[in-house]
């Protein structure tokens, strides 16, 4: 079984900084990409970000120079460093990875992890 557990939400104010942790385990070979999605209140899901294993990262347009993605693909963990947060910041964070179980697995799998809630009010 694989599950991803995330942490390190919360309630802070505007111009103030949070970070995000999440953490892969169970029966894993390898993880290719991990990522970020946030939805909030009456919205759809949305990407924020992303890294690969080769270390190529994206961003949305909306935190770009904000948000700061990084991975320690040995302990299976992706952060998500959070600064000069805005209202508009606020939601569920969703973690989320591809990955496969054995080398001989051709298609990874996609998996979500459960949320954080980020609140930014002022």
């Known amino acids: 079984q694989v599950q991803l557990v995330e942490s390190g939400g919360g309630s802070v104010q505007p111009g103030e900084s949070l970070r995000l942790s999440c953490v892969a385990s169970g029966n894993i070979f390898s993880i290719y990409t991990m990522g970020w999605y946030r939805q909030a209140p009456g919205q759809q899901r949305e990407f924020v970000a992303e890294i690969t294993l080769s270390n190529v990262i994206k961003y949305s347009d909306s935190v770009k120079g904000r948000f700061t993605i990084s991975r320690d693909t040995a302990k299976r963990a992706v952060f998500l460093q959070m600064d000069d947060l805005k209202p508009e910041d606020t939601g569920i964070y969703y973690c989320?990875?591809?990955?496969?179980?054995?080398?001989?697995?051709?298609?990874?799998?996609?998996?979500w992890g459960q949320g954080t809630q980020v609140t930014v009010s002022s």
């Open positions: 989320n990875v591809d990955f496969i179980r054995d080398m001989s697995e051709k298609t990874y799998h996609d998996l």
